[in-house]
């Protein structure tokens, strides 16, 4: 962790940008339990600003619980994760760390966009309203603006005559496309996808995944957990794969994917590919 703080109170008195701000995503040294049971045992890991990192693993080595300690949606039990270099629950006062309230935290999770399995849309509000509301939109702009700036997004995902429909009146590939509307919403600063397609029927799952190759293509940064190897290869720039709570390699997919550089990664891919 050594500069994390220099960086932090950089960052603070409004210095001039750090060398290394072109990072979106910082993650140093996270542990997470669940009593016994260890789900993330010492993660490192960075994404770049505009990077696009595809994270493959079997079930249960830890990705999701991942993504949600990124989100601050999970409570890590020992080290730091930084998203546009600020501490992800905590304040920088001094040289201590301060735990953010409910509140902060909440004015917080609105620089990381997550993209559920599920959709988690709200049933109650049609595709318009679920991405007006997103989680945390205290927003002070202007109503007028916020609608716009909703149709803008609902049409670039290709739902846009589906703004006054309930989710249950779309497909699941529609539903899915609205949810990543209301992630963009926010401006986050990463976008997280967990296994965005999984609960698709297979012949929905191209539309989604179209629509992440175009935010990929737009430099936004991304980080999706996903099955889909193919895809993978093809818009992501690094790969990284968990097992047990750990990375056990990474690197750009045609080295990961093709030459596996560990014995793990190797059974893995054998057994998806
Ligand atoms: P993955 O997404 O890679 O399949 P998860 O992060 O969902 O893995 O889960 C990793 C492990 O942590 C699994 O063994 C899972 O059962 C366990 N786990 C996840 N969330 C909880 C929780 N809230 N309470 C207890 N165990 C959990
Ligand atoms: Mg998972």
Redesign the pocket.
Do not use: W
């Given at each position: 962790m050594s500069g994390l703080f220099d960086r932090l109170r950089g960052r603070r008195s409004g210095a001039p940008a750090p060398a290394d701000s072109a990072d979106a995503l910082e993650i140093f040294g996270v542990h997470k339990s669940?009593?016994k049971?260890t789900?993330l045992d010492g993660i490192d890991l960075r994404v770049r600003r505009g990077e696009v990192v595809a994270i493959i693993?079997?079930?249960?080595?830890?990705?999701?619980?991942?993504l949600?300690c990124i989100n601050h949606l999970?409570k890590v039990d020992q080290g730091l994760i930084l998203v546009g270099a600020e501490p992800i629950g905590y304040r920088l006062q001094g040289t201590r760390l301060h735990e953010l309230s409910e509140r902060d935290i909440l004015r917080q999770r609105v620089k990381v966009g997550f993209v559920f399995q599920n959709f988690n849309l709200f049933p109650h509000l049609t595709v318009l309203q679920n991405v007006v509301e997103a989680p945390g939109s205290a927003q002070r702009r202007p109503r007028e603006e916020v609608l716009d700036r909703a149709r803008e997004l609902l049409a670039a995902v290709g739902v846009a005559d589906k703004a006054d429909a309930y989710p249950r009146q779309l497909s699941g590939g529609q539903q899915q496309r609205v949810a990543i509307a209301r992630a963009l919403a926010l401006e986050p600063e990463v976008l997280l996808f967990?296994?965005p397609t999984s609960a698709l029927d297979p012949e929905l799952v191209g539309e989604v995944l179209a629509v992440i190759r175009d935010l990929a293509a737009q430099g936004r940064t991304l980080v999706i957990?996903t099955h889909e190897i193919a895809f993978a290869r093809e818009t992501a720039d690094r790969i990284v794969f968990?097992d047990q709570?750990v990375v056990v390699e990474e690197g750009p997919p045609a080295q990961v994917l093709d030459r596996p550089a560990q014995d793990r990664t190797r059974a893995f891919l054998q057994a998806v590919l």
């Amino acid at each position: 962790m050594s500069g994390l703080f220099d960086r932090l109170r950089g960052r603070r008195s409004g210095a001039p940008a750090p060398a290394d701000s072109a990072d979106a995503l910082e993650i140093f040294g996270v542990h997470k339990s669940y009593g016994k049971l260890t789900v993330l045992d010492g993660i490192d890991l960075r994404v770049r600003r505009g990077e696009v990192v595809a994270i493959i693993g079997p079930s249960g080595s830890g990705k999701s619980t991942l993504l949600r300690c990124i989100n601050h949606l999970e409570k890590v039990d020992q080290g730091l994760i930084l998203v546009g270099a600020e501490p992800i629950g905590y304040r920088l006062q001094g040289t201590r760390l301060h735990e953010l309230s409910e509140r902060d935290i909440l004015r917080q999770r609105v620089k990381v966009g997550f993209v559920f399995q599920n959709f988690n849309l709200f049933p109650h509000l049609t595709v318009l309203q679920n991405v007006v509301e997103a989680p945390g939109s205290a927003q002070r702009r202007p109503r007028e603006e916020v609608l716009d700036r909703a149709r803008e997004l609902l049409a670039a995902v290709g739902v846009a005559d589906k703004a006054d429909a309930y989710p249950r009146q779309l497909s699941g590939g529609q539903q899915q496309r609205v949810a990543i509307a209301r992630a963009l919403a926010l401006e986050p600063e990463v976008l997280l996808f967990d296994e965005p397609t999984s609960a698709l029927d297979p012949e929905l799952v191209g539309e989604v995944l179209a629509v992440i190759r175009d935010l990929a293509a737009q430099g936004r940064t991304l980080v999706i957990v996903t099955h889909e190897i193919a895809f993978a290869r093809e818009t992501a720039d690094r790969i990284v794969f968990m097992d047990q709570g750990v990375v056990v390699e990474e690197g750009p997919p045609a080295q990961v994917l093709d030459r596996p550089a560990q014995d793990r990664t190797r059974a893995f891919l054998q057994a998806v590919l």
